[in-house]
């Protein structure tokens, strides 16, 4: 698809009277919905992109997420058996 990725994730950018609404069979979803979870290549992705797309996915965590596994929180030590 010859548009950035921004172009179909940020409602609004595109106007109704685009001409990729001209062609297309289903309509096209905005925002969060508009891609798979199961993405296999981005086109049209300049090099600055390439970098925010990796530390999105691979480096941001949201607030109060743990990486790794939290402990136990009953030891064996505690437990009668």
């Given at each position: ?24 069979n ?35 965590r ?5 990486e ?14």
């Amino acid at each position: 698809m010859p548009l950035s990725l921004e172009h179909i994730m940020i409602p609004g950018r595109l106007h109704y009277d685009f001409w990729l609404y001209y062609y297309l069979n289903y309509k096209l979803k905005k925002g969060l919905e508009c891609c798979s979870t199961y993405a296999i290549t981005i086109h049209y992705v300049m090099h600055y992109q390439m970098y925010l797309f990796d530390f999105l996915l691979y480096n941001m965590r949201p607030y109060g997420i743990i990486e790794g596994h939290e402990p136990l929180a009953v030891t064996l030590d505690n437990l009668k058996l």
